[in-house]
Every structure is written in structure tokens, then in C-alpha cells.
């Protein structure tokens, strides 16, 4: 941890939900931010007026709040700041660092077929109609000071005078960013490489306003398993997809840090107040960091084990009845004891949120009929062994997993079978698929009663 306050910013565009890119660069500045002891800012930048919405808006801050990263200041509309911004264009036009200009895209790119040079455009009189403005790209080298790359230095005889604001006196993205970076005293940027040709753009516009830019510290993108650039086809793509999913916040936190950096001992699970100790951008590595849903399902698998059983079943009941509110109710319709005992024996097992009721639903429905669990496990023979099962299981004494263990262990020996001969068939019986939480635990938790009548419901059925 450095000794100085860093001020940072997370900067969205309210065009659509928070991916997971995005959901890196927030949790990146958030922890640089609590990690020096400084702030973050929230600014939504809106200044593409048609793309952006207050839904989009809402859709970001609740996307911010469900991975629990706070403010300090913010969220600030960029678009609200439209008097600064003039403010500022001003005085670049005033000391001639900026001209109006009537050159259109087709002016400059005319140009650009004779020279490999950078435009500069002819300046027209202010308030010549329809002339927008112009940043004066002075002669030689822009540095850009990037804490992942090291100095970046751009020839500024090939940049274009970049136009900073249109013809109605609305400034463009580069020049607000620039201004709300200087404006809010940041000291590190910290965003997707995806920027990195917009960054001389902003440092030069800085630099001709006479003062000094922040930091800056460009992150590698994401890409999927594949090697591809990261979109929908690798599964959930926004934080409220993962939400949705069953993910636990703090197990994305995790996941979402290592995307690009990891702990000098490489350590994977490393809790929210660790990656704020440990965090910093010089180990955030130049590649690209791939996301994979396995290794965020196996996190958040640890994330669900160590979770206390009052949360665990606070967090299951809100996912379920988001998910599917009938199967909520026939959970919140079991007596205490069995919705408890159900979660902990999922508890091992489950790697989401979502994967519990699969799990458990057998102890609150009747169970499912999985016809090709039954083909596989329901072989010839497999009557006289559930008929000694549903004998053994009347004995048990008392009803719990270990008693369970010790009246069922002898069927083994005496018929001559391997484990799974016997307890696949009893756990297709009782749950209906192939899949459950350990069998002695969950005959347990169904109770003598519904064992035996669901396995001799099965051996009517092998007759
Ligand atoms: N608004 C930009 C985006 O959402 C980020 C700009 C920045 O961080 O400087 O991609």
C-alpha cells in the first residue's frame, strides 16, 4: 500500500448494463481508493444524449450496489457540467490553442489520401455558422504516463486537430473527460485499453490548458476461454446476469480482481479487505486476462461453503423466489428444521445459489421423474437390493446418518455389489435423479417414513 491518497474515478456510459469489464475497472478503482485511503467518484457520462438513459443509469448504480463498491462523491452527470466544459473551451479558443473550423469528415479524410500527416484544418471567424471547434495538436511528442506499459509517447505530427465541440457549442467526450478529470483532482485513471487512443487526445487538451494529467493505468481486455474477445457467447456477460445466476457478490469481487492481477503469492480466494491490502497496479499484468465461468463457479463454491447458515438461507429464499416463485413457496412451506438441515447438506455440493434447489427440492416435492437417471441406475437386480434397503432402512435406529450407514453397509457384503449398485439406485428412489447431496444425509433429512414408501414405490415399479 503506497502512502499517498489516490483520487480516482469509475466512469461509465449509461448505454447499457454493467459488464464485466466494466465491473472490473469499478472494483480496480474501488480498491485502489480504499486501499490508499483516498476517494472515488462516480461520473456518468452522458453526453451522448441519445444513447443514454436514467434506465441505464439505474441499471448501473443497482449493478454497483448488488457487488457492494461505494463512493464518495457522485454519480455526477457530465452532462450537467456543460457551462465548465464551455468555460474551459474558451479559454483554449482565447489563447488560440483551439479553432472553429468547417472541415467535415469528408475535408479531412480528402487530406489524409495526399499526406500521412495529422489534418490541420483552415480556421474560420468565431461564430461562423455551423463551425465546430478544433483542438490546435501542437508540434512534437505527447507522453502518456501509463503505470502497466510504461511512457507511451505519440508523434503528434500525425494526430488530427481533434474536434472538441460541434457546431451548436456542445464539447465532445475527450475534451469533458479531460476537463472532469482536472476539475475533480484525479490522480489516477484507470480504465480499459480500449481507451488508450483517446488518452493522447485528453493529455494534450490538459497540457494546452497548461496543467499537469493524472496517472494513467490502461487494463487489458477480457477475453473469453476461447481466446475471443468477451461477449454473451461465454455465458453471462453483465453483473446482473451474474446476479441472477446465484453468484455471491463477494465471490465476483474476488473472481473480478484476479481478471488481470494476481496476489504475489498467488493466492486465489482472498477476501474483499485482503485484495484492498494487497491490491496495487503493479502487478496487474500487460495480456489479456481471460474470463472463465468455471473458475468463477469453483470460487464462488468456496464463497457458498463458508457462508453462515442464517445468510445462506436468507440469500437462497431471495434467489429463489426471484427464480421461480412456486418452488419458493413449497421451500417456505417446509417446518424450519428440514429447510435448515436441507441447506446444509447442500451447502458441500452447491457452487451457486441456483444449484441448491436442484439438490434439495426432493425433500419439499415429490420427486421429479428423471427417466434416464432410472434407465441408468434401475438395472436387472436392483429390486432385491432396494427390498433390502427399504427392510434395513424400517430398522434403523435412530433415524440419522450414521445409524443410516451401519443398517445399509451389510447389503453390500451380502449381495456382492459395489457401493454405487446399491445407493445410485436408493438415490434415484428418493430424490429422482442422479444427483444429491450425500445419501446417507439426505435419508436423514427425508425421514423414515417417505424413504421407505418412495423406495418401495420404486420396486413396484421393477416388478
Ligand atoms: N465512459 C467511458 C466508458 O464507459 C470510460 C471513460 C474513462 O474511463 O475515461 O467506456
Redesign the pocket.
Known amino acids: 500500500m503506497s502512502s499517498e491518497k489516490k483520487k480516482l474515478?469509475?466512469?461509465?456510459?449509461p448505454t447499457g448494463a454493467l459488464h464485466i469489464g466494466?465491473a472490473r475497472?469499478a472494483l480496480y478503482n474501488w480498491l485502489l481508493a480504499r486501499g490508499s485511503g483516498g476517494s472515488l467518484v462516480l461520473r456518468i457520462?452522458d453526453t451522448d444524449r441519445e444513447r443514454s438513459t436514467g434506465e441505464n443509469v439505474e441499471q448501473i448504480l443497482d449493478a454497483l450496489r448488488w457487488l457492494e463498491l461505494d463512493w464518495d462523491e457522485g454519480p455526477l452527470s457530465q452532462h450537467e457540467r456543460a457551462d465548465r466544459h464551455g468555460e474551459r473551451l474558451r479559454e483554449l479558443l482565447d489563447a488560440d490553442k483551439a479553432y472553429h473550423s468547417l472541415a467535415t469528415a469528408e475535408t479531412v479524410k480528402a487530406q489524409k489520401a495526399q499526406s500521412n500527416l495529422g489534418f490541420r484544418g483552415e480556421p474560420v471567424a468565431p461564430g461562423t455558422e455551423g463551425a465546430a471547434v478544433r483542438l490546435r495538436v501542437p508540434e512534437g511528442t505527447t507522453i502518456v504516463h501509463d503505470e502497466i506499459r510504461g511512457d507511451i509517447s505519440f508523434d503528434n505530427s500525425v494526430h488530427d486537430d481533434p474536434v472538441i465541440a460541434r457546431g451548436d457549442g456542445s464539447v465532445l467526450?475527450n475534451f469533458a473527460?479531460a476537463i472532469d478529470?482536472l476539475d475533480m483532482g484525479i490522480t489516477d485513471?484507470v480504465?480499459?485499453d480500449?481507451?488508450l487512443s483517446?488518452t493522447p487526445k485528453q493529455v494534450i487538451v490538459m497540457e494546452q490548458l497548461g496543467e499537469t494529467p493524472p496517472r494513467y493505468a490502461h487494463l487489458p481486455l477480457l477475453h473469453g476461454p476461447d481466446g475471443k474477445k468477451l461477449s454473451k457467447r461465454h455465458g453471462a456477460a453483465s453483473v446482473q446476469e451474474l446476479a441472477s445466476a446465484g453468484y455471491l457478490p463477494a465471490a465476483v469481487r474476488n473472481y473480478l480482481a484476479l481478471l488481470g492481477w494476481g496476489a504475489a503469492d498467488d493466492q486465489t480466494l482472498l477476501s474483499t479487505d485482503e485484495l484492498v491490502r494487497q491490491f496495487s497496479i503493479e502487478r496487474v499484468g500487460r495480456s489479456s486476462a481471460i474470463f472463465d465461468e468455471k473458475k468463477l463457479r469453483w470460487i464462488n463454491g468456496r464463497y457458498m461453503r463458508e457462508l453462515p447458515l442464517e445468510e445462506y438461507e436468507r440469500r437462497f429464499a431471495e434467489q429463489l423466489s426471484r427464480a421461480d416463485p412456486a418452488a419458493a413457496e413449497a421451500f417456505a412451506a417446509g417446518d424450519a428444521e428440514r429447510r435448515r438441515a436441507a441447506l446444509q447438506i447442500a451447502q458441500e455440493k452447491a457452487q451457486t445459489l441456483d444449484d441448491v434447489w436442484p439438490l434439495v427440492r426432493f425433500l419439499f416435492e415429490d420427486p421429479p421423474n428423471d427417466e434416464k437417471a432410472w434407465r441408468k441406475v434401475m438395472k436387472d437386480g436392483t429390486r432385491p437390493l432396494l427390498e433390502d434397503a427399504a427392510a434395513a432402512l424400517r430398522e434403523a435406529d435412530p433415524f440419522e446418518p450414521a445409524s443410516i450407514e451401519a443398517s445399509l453397509a451389510p447389503i453390500l457384503a451380502a449381495r456382492g455389489v459395489k457401493p454405487g449398485q446399491l445407493y445410485q439406485p436408493i438415490r434415484v428412489a428418493i430424490s429422482g435423479g442422479a444427483v444429491s447431496p450425500g445419501i446417507f444425509e439426505s435419508l436423514a433429512v427425508l425421514g423414515r417414513d417417505s424413504a421407505v414408501s418412495r423406495i418401495d414405490r420404486a420396486v413396484t415399479r421393477l416388478r
Do not use: I, L, Q
Not at 9 to 13: C, G
Open positions: 474515478r469509475f466512469a461509465p456510459s466494466g475497472t457520462e467526450y473527460v478529470d485513471v480504465r480499459g480500449d481507451h483517446n
